[in-house]
């Protein structure tokens, strides 16, 4: 069964007002697709239904512009922040939905954000965006974090590769600046999200050079070239027993996404492209990144 590792934070935590409803179309970018931006717990629930596992999480803004929120969360209580909502929303379904914090660098409020995530509300990773959240993944503050989340056998989940959003360097989301984090810290668990694209070449190679980074391959399946591209590519190199599966929710359904895994092969097959062994893609589908990270629910 699918263990979805990368969904994020409904907006909402009722039904959506008609006059609240918002969609984006960056985000899809190329196909048919438009990205509903705002949903509710509910629609979080009924769109996880058949998976085992689901990773939630939200982004924490940057500590100097309180506007930077990706994904925002307009429909909750203020007194809420993203990791509360993270946490209210496994609480619904604990030993299905593992809540993640997202914390800043250099948020001078990092300590006490970070205990009381792992103490109060029972988080079990992180997600970091370094482009949304503008910060050099070799700066000293985010290293000194990456310490203690190996320390505390925390996983990352980190944005790799492109973005529509304009205010976030593109190339703090490099996976190439993986690789010596992976150097520094090699028990340090790590998912790269999107397989970085369009850099699924850089990280491939550092997913395959570090024993404990993994790609997750959410929001690929609607440009299906390039998703070949990328899943032939780890493929060839022997890397696709280090991918997980992922939705992007609300980007993707998890649904939508087994879909797309599965239309892999006749997009290859109507192009006269390699097939991508169904096997692999069946493992993918089953793989259980709980187990894998070592997850304790
Ligand atoms: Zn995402």
């Not at 008609?18 to 705002?38: A, H, N, P, V």
């Not at 994904?71 to 007194?79: C, F, I, T, V, Y």
Request: charged letters at 25%.
């Amino acid at each position: 069964m699918i263990t979805d590792v990368h969904t994020h934070i409904p907006s909402h935590q009722k039904k959506v007002p008609d006059s609240e409803i918002r969609f984006d179309e960056s985000m899809q970018s190329g196909s048919q697709f438009k990205t509903k931006l705002t949903n509710s717990v509910d629609d979080y629930l009924s769109s996880m239904e058949n998976v085992e596992f689901s990773f939630i999480f939200g982004i924490a803004r940057k500590p100097w512009d309180a506007k930077s929120e990706i994904l925002s969360a307009p429909g909750w209580d203020k007194k809420f922040n993203h990791n509360d909502i993270a946490s209210i929303v496994s609480k619904l379904s604990p030993k299905k939905i593992v809540p993640f914090m997202s914390l800043h660098p250099m948020d001078q409020n990092l300590d006490y954000e970070y205990k009381r995530c792992l103490n109060e509300l029972d988080i079990k990773g992180i997600k970091l965006g370094p482009n949304y959240q503008d910060f050099h993944p070799h700066s000293v503050e985010a290293m000194n974090l990456y310490s203690r989340l190996e320390n505390d056998n925390v996983p990352i989940i980190f944005h790799q590769g492109t973005s529509p959003v304009t205010n976030a360097p593109l190339e703090y989301s490099h996976p190439r600046f993986i690789d010596k984090i992976a150097t520094v810290f090699p028990n340090l668990k790590m998912i790269l999200a999107h397989l970085g694209h369009p850099w699924q070449e850089y990280c491939m190679s550092v997913v395959r050079k570090h024993k404990n980074v993994y790609a997750d391959l959410s929001a690929q399946f609607y440009r299906p070239w390039s998703f070949w591209q990328g899943m032939n590519l780890f493929s060839e190199w022997g890397v696709l027993d280090k991918v997980f599966f992922g939705s992007d929710w609300p980007v993707t359904t998890p649904q939508q996404t087994e879909e797309g895994i599965n239309n892999l092969n006749l997009y290859a097959k109507q192009f006269n492209l390699p097939k991508i062994p169904d096997e692999d893609l069946k493992n993918i589908l089953n793989r259980n990144a709980v187990k894998i990270l070592d997850i304790k629910i």
